[in-house]
């Protein structure tokens, strides 16, 4: 008897060294140019955060990692690598993420786990609409019998689709193609297509590049605007530890954007090509992003919304959500932090409440950083005193959307002035009474205080 034991005890310890000293690769597709995937995405990747917390005890000691990240402009090409078992991980956001879900549901025996969030906002904003500068079209009821393009199959389709449906604009009549977003930014500054939709930050890079006006934000549809993170069941099946080390690293990525929101974009810029301050707009406290991992009730509700679009649009099949949302990856790695996942999960920032009475107008400075201003008004004043100084001092300058709440840049926002008070509008429709740009803003208080 005492020999039986023997026996099963050295087969289990030749198969622990056998599976320990296997190559595991871990493949995972994102969007170095989509500012909501980041905290899964480049973040991790640059900073090195998966290795951080891959397992290295246990069934997983001597095993070798091999981790290949793959970039795309978009989440569509992502499920099809994941269909063909290319990629084990996908970062994409809300519509890309329910047809990943679908089509995975669509076959006999694939599934896929949406296991993280990355980022909200949760009125919509990151969508939007964009034309030419110079433009004559004002609404998206102008688009009718214009041609527009964006990434088909992605958030910002999805958010087109569902603005159409909320004006009674029939689809039919706007002529879309499909282009990514550097395609779609580019014709946009050569007036080369009527209008493009995208996802963050493309709005606002042709905003900051002066290429481009939003003509609809994400926000008018009022619906939170989500990424997150979707894993192959049969990987996270066999590799649970590994599915939970990347939950970790995606906390990790958070804090670290939060802990100095300077540091992040102007690294940010670095390993994306796009502008520090579009990263700032985003990534900043009262910015454009709420950086939490947890999957919230309020999400999945809006996930089944954004599916019952989708199935009456585009006719996709059904999704079962109670199969395919599992947060067991994302609590266990919140307990393992010894962070507490159902506080995290109460906590919803609402961009009205929160910005456009707290937060403070910005300019951010080329030697000074960050600076604050308790107004509107003082801001613009700061700026032209600090241009008269140096015309190539300051990056860029942030407001507070009146009516969204949603953070913004300041050259591109519509100034209403009552008496001493100086208010900030996204839309030049939404102020009353005579409305200036920031150019007209910033002569005007200089004059006056003169």
């Given at each position: ?17 056998a599976?320990?000293a296997e ?106 609409i ?18 527009m ?33 550097t395609?779609g ?6 007036n ?52 939970v080390a ?12 939060k802990e100095?929101?300077v ?42 919304q954004d ?25 266990q790695?919140?307990s ?34 960050i600076?604050?201003?308790?107004s ?39 100034f209403?002035?009552e ?15 005579k ?14 205080s003169q």
């Amino acid at each position: 008897m005492v020999h039986v034991k023997l026996f099963v005890v050295t087969i289990l310890i030749i198969s622990v060294k056998a599976w320990s000293a296997e190559t595991i690769h871990i493949n995972i597709g994102h969007q170095s140019t989509c500012t909501d995937t980041y905290t899964a995405g480049v973040i991790v990747q640059e900073l090195k955060l998966l290795e951080k917390y891959l397992p290295k005890e246990g069934k997983y000691q001597g095993a070798t990692f091999k981790i290949n990240w793959q970039d795309y402009t978009s989440g569509p090409p992502i499920t099809q690598l994941m269909l063909s078992n290319k990629l084990q991980f996908g970062v994409m956001g809300d519509y890309p993420l329910i047809v990943n879900g679908a089509k995975f549901q669509a076959t006999k025996s694939l599934r896929t786990h949406y296991i993280a969030g990355t980022g909200y906002n949760l009125r919509g904003s990151g969508n939007a609409i964009v034309v030419p500068i110079d433009s004559d079209i004002q609404s998206i009821k102008d688009l009718v019998g214009k041609k527009m393009s964006m990434p088909v199959g992605s958030a910002a389709w999805g958010m087109t689709l569902k603005a159409f449906a909320d004006q009674n604009i029939d689809a039919n009549k706007v002529s879309i193609i499909s282009q990514s977003p550097t395609i779609g930014a580019a014709n946009i500054a050569h007036n080369k297509i009527d209008a493009h939709a995208d996802f963050c930050p493309w709005s606002e890079i042709m905003e900051f590049r002066g290429t481009g006006r939003k003509i609809f934000d994400g926000s008018e549809a009022n619906v939170a605007y989500l990424h997150g993170v979707v894993v192959r069941e049969d990987f996270a099946n066999k590799f649970p530890e590994i599915a939970v080390a990347f939950a970790k690293a995606i906390i990790h990525a958070g804090n670290w954007v939060k802990e100095d929101p300077v540091r992040a974009a102007t690294e940010l810029e670095e390993w994306t090509g796009i502008e520090k301050e579009v990263q700032y707009l985003y990534f900043s406290k009262g910015g454009m992003l709420t950086l939490d991992p947890t999957i919230k009730p309020l999400w999945i509700e809006t996930l089944v919304q954004d599916h019952k679009v989708l199935a009456r649009e585009k006719n996709l099949s059904s999704l079962d959500f109670n199969d395919w949302i599992d947060d067991q990856y994302i609590r266990q790695a919140f307990s393992e932090l010894g962070l507490n996942y159902e506080q995290q999960l109460e906590k919803i920032v609402d961009p009205i409440k929160a910005n456009s009475v707290i937060e403070p107008a910005e300019i951010w400075h080329r030697t000074r950083g960050i600076l604050k201003y308790r107004s509107v008004s003082d801001m613009i004043v700061s700026w032209g005193l600090l241009n008269r100084e140096s015309d190539d001092a300051i990056y860029s300058a942030y407001v507070y959307d009146k009516t969204t709440g949603v953070k913004m840049f300041a050259h591109v926002a519509s100034f209403q002035f009552e008496k001493e008070l100086v208010t900030a509008f996204m839309r030049k429709n939404d102020a009353s009474g005579k409305v200036l740009n920031f150019e007209q803003a910033v002569n005007r208080l200089a004059h006056l205080s003169q």
